[in-house]
């Protein structure tokens, strides 16, 4: 059974969210705990990102879409997540998808899109080998993490096609008729709430035409076809989608600074000492305070940077991708050294799981898993470009 975490004084996590979210901000705010308890979003938060729209903010307009600046959708993500860690989550990941099924052919937006509010989830990791038969093909096997799918009616999945060349990775789409979920497969150290759980293919039949190479969404090939000619179609999918889980982690530490900052304000250790009356942690607070909000700044700037290179440009540079992801991972990371050094501060308390403070630590520790907020490969390819090396055997998510 999971234990019930306490709940402490949100602090300053309310004021200044953004207009689409601060109508829902104390609904989202009072449901976390919740959504851990659960393992999944409640109903009332699943009603609260659907009315921040912001699944629906980089989804074309003809489609019922807002067709948003990606800063836009960066910032909505951080704020939702700065409430409710596992919402932002889901809101940044199945968010993210609605920007690249603009890019998929008609007939399949079409099917997907008759209702505009439709979720689509993902992952995107190989599951198997696409079995040709007549009129597409056949699939069977298992993938991890995929965050909100029980909450979709959708799914984008990878897979390998045999060719003569040997396997090459290609993304289907799946209705939720064709998977099925382990219900006991997200069992995990933090980010209960999004539901992550193993989602199971048993013999799919995969029509051809939902089925495609995840390469003709790098420089806005995809999106040219279908007659999606718009700035934000001609981002890089690797750059987009890493914003989107840079964007989500950034909301989480900031909601995980938040609630070891309202425990900082009310602590007293064995000794009778005030937190706030002891310089030494005043100065720890400021410090992690400014390695936080740093994230959400860095990111921001470069989604400006990306949407305003595309419109000057068509495109966006190798340098300039490199550039983004190399910001976006290090921002993250040192966001979370400065959550994981502050948390020493907390005092005992902070070590029960029923603690928010520790609650907050093991959500940043797991969002750190993901591949976008893995750093070393990033630098390593940052590095290779920018001073000019070979890169012809450089294969990193940018």
């Not at 029980?150 to 289907?172: N, Q, S, V």
Request: charged share 20%.
């Amino acid at each position: 059974m999971t234990e019930t975490i306490e709940r402490l004084p949100r602090g300053a996590a309310l004021p200044g969210t953004s207009p689409r979210v601060a109508p829902v901000a104390e609904s989202l705010a009072a449901r976390e705990v919740e959504a851990a308890e659960l393992g999944n979003l409640p109903e009332q938060t699943v009603a609260d990102l659907r009315s921040t729209g912001v699944i629906r903010m980089l989804q074309p307009k003809t489609f019922g879409g807002a067709e948003a600046h990606p800063a836009e959708f960066a910032a909505t993500v951080m704020d939702i997540a700065r409430l409710n860690a596992p919402a932002g989550w889901v809101g940044g990941v199945v968010g993210i998808h609605s920007w690249e099924i603009a890019g998929f052919n008609d007939q399949l937006r079409q099917e997907i899109w008759a209702d505009p509010e439709t979720w689509v989830s993902s992952p995107y990791a190989p599951m198997g080998m696409l079995e040709p038969v007549d009129g597409g093909y056949r699939i069977s096997g298992r993938v991890t993490f995929s965050s909100g799918g029980e909450l979709c009616e959708w799914a984008i999945l990878g897979a390998l096609l045999p060719t003569e060349e040997g396997p090459k990775l290609r993304h289907m789409v799946l209705p939720r008729s064709d998977y099925t979920f382990d219900p006991d497969s997200w069992n995990v150290l933090g980010l209960r709430g999004t539901g992550s759980k193993d989602l199971i293919v048993d013999n799919a039949f995969v029509p051809s035409y939902r089925v495609y190479d995840p390469l003709d969404f790098e420089r806005g090939q995809a999106f040219e076809a279908v007659g999606e000619h718009g700035p934000l179609y001609k981002l890089p999918f690797p750059v987009i989608f890493s914003a989107a889980i840079n964007s989500a982690s950034a909301g989480i530490l900031e909601n995980a600074y938040e609630k070891i900052r309202a425990n900082f304000q009310q602590r007293v250790d064995t000794r009778g000492t005030k937190s706030t009356e002891d310089v030494y942690q005043l100065i720890q607070l400021g410090e992690a305070g400014a390695d936080v909000r740093s994230a959400r700044t860095t990111i921001l700037n470069d989604m400006e940077r990306l949407y305003d290179e595309v419109v000057a440009n068509g495109f966006i540079a190798q340098q300039t991708r490199l550039d983004v992801r190399a910001n976006g991972v290090r921002a993250i990371r040192r966001g979370a050294d400065a959550i994981d050094r502050i948390f020493n501060y907390a005092g005992g308390r902070a070590l029960q799981n029923t603690s928010p403070v520790n609650a907050a630590l093991r959500d940043v520790k797991t969002l750190m898993a993901h591949i976008c907020n893995s750093q070393h490969p990033i630098y390593d390819g940052w590095s290779r470009v920018s001073l000019g090396l070979d890169t012809s055997k450089l294969n990193i998510f940018a």
